[in-house]
């Protein structure tokens, strides 16, 4: 890690990122006319720093007051004014030292008098490890670091604005919750209405909004902030990323995953045993991962168990030379019996006109898919028992709720404690419309449009994949026909280059 001196970033503390988008590079902050969000500065030579709205951007003449820190014991020996860089920067287009974040922890000046404070926790989407920790300590973070004593809880998601009670909550309310699984706010799906959850925030006289959910959530955080700005509120709209997933972009990791991982791996032991104690057992596992295969891909790796894990970024097909079921017949005649782990997304372009196994619709705003492996257990009992005439012992375990139900680990309440502080501080010091997360090992503050701008995938062509299959030994399984597409479309490039030499090569 490369140190750089104070006077070249002032008192700022900058990080830098690999998940941006090409920018143009300026001597001073400007506003992008198609993307009024985006705020982009350039706070020395060479360096591009994707900032975060703040609150002085749209209202004018705010008064500042010392950071209560300054005073507070716990912090007298860190240097609030550290200025730091990484050795991992990737190179911009237009900026050779690289895209920057700004990076998260207390700020010399506030824009906040702590007496004047009265802020707002909401949780949305579905359950995850690690939720109570997050209120926890953004709680007793606003209590003990910055003396705020008004914080309410917005029950039941963002309908919780306007169509619920809220809770008051204290330190001595959320001291134990970090125990328990859910989230003590309650949540829901949907239910976004940004007119009447804004006039709920003004009307109430909130003036700082930490919303914790995934992606789609963290969406709808940016449209109550745009409306917020629009409206000249003096309001702090922070996100904080929770999806098991961990498909939002740029940041390095979302609160739960590690949790996810562990008692996924539960389950892929308990599969194990039951594979390897019946005459060509097999174990199947269903992991969380309607986009993304993290889960699965992390949970494999880390079980050892695993002879077949698929997820949704990389195809696989059924039958015929190289397909999954010819893999399997080779490994239970290997070994006698297999594990298989399958994300909930993979596979899902074969159950598509199949409405006999597609779960009823529920009032959510995510798409439910259909259970992708009850279906690969009924196609592997099909092909055993009507062509091959062999017996196997299948079962079957989908962990979802429980692993989605259970309260954090010790890696993860750290995390989430990290999160909920850094949190805290950014909406002190007055930014607003950021999410609060780690890139590249430090947290920072990400603007919202950034962590909007499409989910993050598993690269198959990465090394961490390619881990993945030498520890499973499993098979690409790509399609003959996607091949021989490929094949054609090498060729005609070929013959394009031989045509048109100058777009040869």
């Not at 989230?183 to 003004?202: A, E, M, N, P, R």
């Not at 979302?254 to 594979?275: P, W």
């Not at 989430?416 to 501080?425: E, G, I, P, Y």
């Amino acid at each position: 890690m490369s140190m750089i001196s104070s006077h070249m970033l002032s008192d700022k503390e900058f990080i830098s990122g690999d998940s941006v988008a090409s920018k143009t590079e300026s001597d001073n902050t400007m506003l992008d006319s198609t993307t009024p969000h985006d705020k982009i500065t350039t706070p020395a030579p060479g360096f591009l720093l994707e900032d975060v709205p703040h609150l002085s951007d749209y209202i004018s003449h705010l008064p500042t007051y010392p950071d209560p820190l300054q005073d507070n014991p716990s912090y007298s020996v860190v240097a609030v004014s550290e200025l730091v860089s990484f050795v991992q920067i990737i190179v911009h287009k237009d900026s050779p030292r690289g895209t920057h974040f700004r990076r998260a922890g207390p700020a010399q000046k506030v824009y906040f008098d702590s007496e004047e404070v009265s802020a707002c926790i909401v949780t949305c989407g579905g359950l995850c490890p690690g939720l109570n920790t997050v209120i926890r300590e953004i709680v007793c973070g606003l209590y003990h670091m910055y003396g705020v004593h008004k914080v309410l809880g917005i029950e039941g998601g963002y309908p919780g604005f306007y169509s619920r009670n809220t809770v008051t909550l204290t330190p001595k309310v959320v001291n134990d919750i970090h125990k328990r699984g859910g989230t003590i706010l309650g949540t829901s799906y949907g239910g976004h209405d940004t007119s009447k959850i804004v006039d709920s925030i003004q009307d109430r006289g909130i003036n700082q909004v930490y919303i914790l959910g995934g992606y789609g959530t963290q969406y709808e955080a940016a449209m109550i902030f745009e409306e917020v700005r629009r409206r000249g509120l003096k309001v702090s709209v922070v996100g904080i990323p929770k999806t098991i997933d961990n498909d939002i972009p740029v940041i390095d990791k979302s609160i739960g995953f590690d949790t996810a991982v562990e008692e996924a791996q539960r389950a892929i032991s308990s599969a194990h045993v039951e594979a390897e104690s019946a005459e060509n057992g097999i174990g199947v596992v269903k992991l969380m991962g309607r986009y993304s295969g993290f889960i699965a891909m992390y949970a494999t790796l880390a079980s050892r168990d695993v002879d077949c894990c698929l997820i949704p970024e990389s195809p696989f097909y059924m039958e015929g030379p190289g397909g999954l079921l010819e893999f399997i017949e080779r490994r239970l005649k290997e070994q006698g019996h297999m594990v298989i782990v399958i994300a909930e997304g993979a596979g899902q372009e074969f159950l598509s006109g199949n409405p006999s196994i597609v779960n009823k619709q529920e009032a959510s705003a995510d798409k439910l898919f259909p259970d992708v492996g009850l279906w690969l257990s009924q196609k592997i009992k099909d092909h055993f028992a009507k062509h091959k005439k062999m017996d196997i012992n299948l079962k079957y375990i989908d962990p979802t709720y429980m692993i989605r139900a259970i309260p954090s680990n010790a890696s993860d309440n750290v995390y989430c404690t990290l999160l909920a502080q850094s949190a805290v501080h950014g909406a002190m010091a007055g930014y607003t419309g950021f999410t609060v997360g780690p890139v590249n090992g430090r947290n920072c503050y990400i603007p919202f449009h950034l962590i909007n701008d499409g989910e993050k995938r598993v690269v198959i062509t990465d090394r961490m994949w390619a881990r993945l299959l030498s520890s499973t030994h499993q098979p690409s399984f790509l399609n003959p026909k996607d091949i021989s597409a490929e094949r054609e479309q090498t060729t005609k490039h070929q013959t394009d280059g031989q045509n048109h030499p100058e777009i040869a090569g």
